[in-house]
């Protein structure tokens, strides 16, 4: 039990379905974040909340939006997804942003495939 | 920029052998530094971590770290390796300057335990 629940574990979607990635921490963190695993390349982060505020956007495509209604829960909703876009997303939580000292708290991860 | 390199995609060890994983890393300042292992169809797990001090940090399940900064790494060691090390490791750095709040990972590198 690492503390930070993703849902679903697994989805499938084609390219003109919209869907949504949920994730839970349960550590009291005040930051979360979006990653993106793909295979043979390093982990990319996508986004980066703190307080329910959006302070990193790593030049995501708008396919991606996220969602960070409180502190404890991120969204990442998903439309119009091409094949290149399938892999494993990962969500992590730290007590506070600005400091790269702050240990991240990883999900299991959602494993998405787009057909 | 910073960033990570992992020169090693694969290694095999005979389980009760020693193991060390390579990182080396590219930064302006004295980085912070991690070690974190992903299980099969699971999350990362921190197992450890450098901010600053002595140079040679302890982490969990017997693995410990090195930090050289005339060498620009921190290599990844544990004297003898069991089964249930078989996984993917990923060395990765966070922005002591404060301006980043997620990390920069390398690539991983896949530990095959040999019986």
């Known amino acids: 039990e690492t503390g930070v629940t993703q849902t679903p574990r697994h989805l499938v979607m084609g390219m003109t379905n919209k869907k949504s990635l949920k994730c839970e921490q349960h550590?009291?963190?005040?930051?979360m974040y979006w990653y993106k695993q793909s295979a043979k390349k390093p982990l990319e982060l996508m986004f980066v909340?703190?307080?329910?505020?959006?302070?990193e956007n790593n030049s995501v495509p708008s396919r991606f939006s996220p969602e960070c209604p409180n502190s404890s829960h991120l969204f990442l909703h998903l439309h119009t997804l091409q094949p290149e876009d399938s892999a494993l997303y990962l969500c992590?939580?730290?007590?506070?942003?600005?400091?790269?000292?702050?240990?991240?708290?990883f999900g299991a991860g959602t494993r998405l495939s787009v057909l | 920029a910073q960033s990570v390199t992992q020169p090693d995609i694969h290694i095999t060890v005979s389980e009760g052998a020693s193991l060390e994983l390579r990182c080396n890393y590219s930064?302006?300042?004295?980085?912070?530094l991690f070690w974190y292992v992903q299980s099969p169809g699971q999350g990362l797990q921190l197992l450890l971590k450098?901010?600053?001090?002595?140079?040679l940090v302890q982490g969990i399940k017997g693995f410990e770290a090195e930090f050289k900064r005339s060498q620009s790494s921190f290599n990844l060691r544990k004297p003898s390796v069991h089964w249930s090390d078989a996984a993917e490791y990923f060395c990765?750095?966070?922005?002591?300057?404060?301006?980043?709040?997620?990390?920069?990972f390398g690539k991983g590198t896949h530990l095959i335990i040999q019986p």
């Open positions: 909340y703190n307080f329910k505020e959006q302070t």
């Open positions: 992590a939580s730290s007590q506070d942003r600005g400091q790269g000292s702050n240990i991240q708290y």
């Open positions: 450098y901010f600053s001090g002595d140079t």
């Open positions: 550590l009291g963190h005040n930051a």
């Open positions: 930064y302006g300042a004295t980085p912070y």
């Open positions: 990765a750095v966070g922005d002591s300057g404060g301006g980043a709040d997620g990390l920069t």
